[in-house]
């Protein structure tokens, strides 16, 4: 237990300055929202998608008041409401995508990488083809198709997420394989007669997933981005299936014209911190497990003050 | 098979191997493939025979390129081979499939030469000793364990509960390489593979690891291929030596034999080289010139002429041999490099290798002047001995050399040497089961 | 025979060293505290004379290499006097720190092929070094040095434009050697210069390191493991343990008869023809960032005293010239009473071992 605090705590110790308040404000931000998400019930103070309260019905597009402390927007939610909640739909597609990268992506990786030949090249060709499609324009593909076969549910559009990611993971654990099976302890584990399965499992498998981690925050930033674009297209979770931020910017838009900033400000604030802080922990972590980029907090040297010695006698040799 | 007279009785050997060959193919630049140019042969074994019997340890002695590291790997069934068989008892390891030879792994083991890199990082020291039991079909842990723990304390890691759950960067070099050696003994195997174990770990503790291993071939009755390429650890701890030079063994032959009366030429450069912590001792002179050569293009006739002091006319000289000689010449003495360059002409086409060379562009007799004049700077060099002729050709001579054939190994006293200096004494392969 | 590059500038009034070196301490800072990677070294090395620094791995040789050189990496903290020619190399800007290294303080290292740029052939190499601190000369003069130089070396003229990778690992050795000697540096530092070669290998570029003061008069700190290397190829040798210097004297006398416990389990434990019995030290080296009281060695020696683990031993002269550092060398007045008494020891087991 205590070495499983020690490893948590390790980015935080082992660094310094700059490393260090990115990984601290970071941890932060995206705690807030964590919070948020899991709390949506308790702390909104009504439910995404209640247009009245005790048979009173909201006011349209009402400024900030003591009773709806964001405003309210067109339809006649709560923007607070609508803003923590949407914490909540945000983190389910994102963990769920990049939960479905990993598990697909990962164990590909690692085959292809072993066995190399034929499948390697197919693999390799069919992730590099998605790599290549601008992503928004993937996620926006996939999202009509995925919608269509499971409706605008979170599944569907996580899916969707997926689709762009996986080639990167998938990537990288690759390249990771294709050096760490040269390694001397790999053939050691032929030697003694490991199959191909157990050399997978149990000696690759740990040693090529030091940059999931990180891949995956930085994923994560960028999939709340795209899950806000798809939203603000209309594409996706409607707002009455969930609240969902990207789509109520889109509804802000026009609101915006008329002098009605609060139904833009409050979820395009979210977006905006929720990113930065994943972003934040992504380069933060970077720098902690990459041992390139990592500085390490070197305590000075401090000498004490030299006694000559006696000055040796000349040797002639 | 000829049979020596006063042999008493011979138990049948363990290993059997019997011209084992194992070439990697080069895999030449897609331009060179366009061309349809052949990209090349590594023989990194070529030919080998040699016999493990029970309780014995042979002692695989060479530099880099010398093949013995694959030979070590071969037995293993790590590396494919090319031709040739492994017969352990009766299963000839060459053609077994990949699924029955996982489980000879359990006769044949091997100890690397690297501690720290032969050890999973993310394993502890039982997961790593223990995978080995596991990978065998021990399913319980609790077995598992109790076989680590035995295999643990024979390599002197105790007490054992102090390493069980070390992981390997927590541990020293010599405690790793007791690690390696634990893993490779836990399944009890009969035939051990050390490549280099010690080459890698301080003097102070070498000798430590040495003895463990000893100890371990006594008490386990392991028979041990010893892989290095330090002959005086080869001396202290093999039965037999077989020293290595590109892919071909050139002397073989029981250690007191090898180390009191080196019949081949390589064997003799081996044992002058070795530095000796002795002052008094002056420096070798008579070393072999140049290096190992490129293992794609070994050297025609025997491998080891080019460097050799003692090389004789049927060693099988070439045109790389000229060339070497030509630029030698201009190490010794560039006064008037320039010229000699302008008659000589460029020398990259003597790469190719034959017997017969063509040289010079600036005139025969100029050129064939220039021959004799490095002829009188050095009348002891060797090829001058493999020279058949030398005729004027155009702008240049044409130099032809005696055609020459790889030695094979025969017998000479107790060993089996590769060399032409010494006579066949009658009897082909020498290899005695 | 042999061209002696040396003009008179380089050659010194005999007797006086070519590198005096006191009290060099270079400690490197991590997350636990400073490692003194070397800790209070002194030497001397004579004009044409070549000192043989030995040790086991992390004795802090290198370190004491790279220090001299002013090739530490960043967080390492260097002290201490080290006189070239009269000048203290430690206490120089820079500037003239850059400028001294190639022309009269030359490096060779122990991986040939990664100090060599893919990219320039040889002649490059040549052109770039010698212009650095010599812009006058032509480019003949400078193809004509460099061909001598390389002549020396083995490696004849037809291969001056080629590139590193088309050498074998000798060659390329023997390259660097020729470059570091090119501008006829005074004195060169080799860091394990043959570790990476074969057998055969290594023992021609012993020789020609051998060779090197009879032909360039150049004063060379060989640092190797091997301890075999040492007596072939150096004057003096200097014994590293644990960052101080142990013992120092002429080869033949310490090789003959070493006067410190670690030099005699070090001359013990090495393997060589003529060795007949398996020797090793027990346990490890100390732990550089709190190295044990009194003397470094005591806890695996076996011959140590009461006084060896209170007290750091005085560095005096030894029998036969040379230093070392040692209570069982006195001196006899700075021993308390009871200070002669053995030590108790614990044992040393596996679990300590190096």
Known sequence: MRSLFANLAKPFTQTAGLARWMLVIGVLLTAFFVVCAVFAPWLAPYGFAQSSSHGTPFPKVAPPSSQHLFGTDRLFFDVLSRTIWGARTALEVVILSIVVCVVVGVPLGIVSGFYGGWLDRILVLIMDALYAFPSFLLAIVFSFLLTGLLGGTVVAVSLSLSVIYVPQYFRVVRNTTLSAKEATYVEAARAIGASDLAIMRRYLFGNVIQSVPVLGTLNAADAILTLAGLGFLGLGIQSTDAAEWGHDLNRALADAGGGVWWTGLYPGLAIVLLVTGLTLVGEGLNETLNPTLRRRRLLPVVMPVREPTTSLPEEQS | ?433 | MAMDLTDESTVRPPGEPVISARDVRVWYGTTRGAIRAVDGVSFDIAPGETLGLVGESGCGKSTLGRGLMGLLPAGAKRDGEVLFRGQDIFSLSSKASYALRGSELGMIFQEPLTRLNPLMRISQHFEETIKQHEPGLSKDEIRDRALEVLRLMGIPPTRYKSYPHEFSGGMRQRLMIALALVLRPAFVVADEPTTALDVLVEAQIVQILNDLRSNFSTSLLLITHNVGIVAEACDRVAVMYAGRIVEQGKVGDVFKNPQHPYTRALLRSTISLSTTGLHFIEGAPPDLVDPPDGCRFHPRCPEAMNVCATKNPVNVERAGGGRVECWLAGPEQDIPTGGKQPLKQEELTVADEA
């Open chain 2, 1 to 433: 098979m000829p049979t020596k007279p006063e042999t008493p009785t011979v138990e049948p050997a363990l290993v059997e191997v019997r011209d084992l060959s194992v070439h990697f193919e080069l895999r030449g630049g897609t331009l060179s493939r366009l061309f349809g140019r052949d990209s090349g042969t590594i023989k990194a074994v070529d030919g080998i025979n040699l016999a493990l019997r029970p309780g014995e340890v042979v002692g695989l002695v060479g530099e880099s390129g010398s093949g013995k590291s694959t030979l070590g790997r071969a037995l293993l069934g790590l590396v494919p081979a090319t031709a040739g068989s492994i017969h352990l008892r009766d299963q000839d390891l060459a053609k077994l499939g990949r699924r029955r030879l996982r489980k000879i792994r359990s006769v044949v083991q091997m100890v690397f030469q690297d501690p720290n890199a032969a050890l999973n990082p993310s394993m502890t020291v039982e997961e790593a000793v223990g995978d080995a039991l596991r990978v065998h079909g021990m399913k319980s842990p609790k077995d598992r364990r109790r076989g680590v723990v035995e295999a643990l304390e024979r390599v002197g890691l105790s007490p054992v509960d102090l390493f069980l759950n070390k992981y390997p960067r927590d541990l020293s070099g010599g405690q790793k390489q007791r690690v390696v050696i634990a893993r490779a003994i836990v399944l009890w195997p009969e035939v051990l593979v050390a490549d280099e174990p010690v080459s890698m770990l301080d003097m102070s503790v070498r000798a430590k690891i040495l003895q463990l291993m000893l100890n371990l071939k006594r008490e386990l009755g392991l028979t041990f291929v010893y892989i290095t390429h330090d002959l005086a650890t080869a001396k202290f701890f093999c039965d037999r030596i077989a020293i290595m030079y590109l892919g071909k063994v050139v002397e073989i032959g029981p250690t007191d034999e090898i180390f009191a009366h080196p019949r081949h030429p390589y064997t003799k450069a081996l044992l002058a080289a070795i530095p000796e912590p002795d002052p008094d001792r002056a420096l070798p002179r008579n070393l072999p010139r140049g290096e190992i050569p490129d293992a794609a293009e070994p050297p025609l006739g025997c491998s080891f002429h080019p460097r050799c002091p003692e090389a004789v006319a049927s060693c099988g000289w070439e045109s790389r041999d000229l060339r070497a000689m030509v630029e030698q010449h201009w190490t010794r003495d560039n006064t008037s490099y320039d010229e000699e360059k302008a008659l000589i002409g460029d020398l990259s086409h003597l790469d190719v290798p034959s017997t017969s060379a063509r040289i010079g562009a600036g005139g025969a007799n100029g050129v064939q002047a220039l021959l004799d004049r490095i002829r009188r700077e050095d009348p002891d060099e060797p090829l001058w001995n493999g020279v058949e002729s030398i005729e004027p050709d155009g702008n240049g001579v044409t130099v032809r050399f005696r055609e020459a054939g790889s030695p094979a190994l025969r017998r000479a006293g107790d060993v089996d040497v590769a060399c032409v200096l010494y006579p066949d004494e009658g009897g082909a392969d020498t290899e005695r089961p």
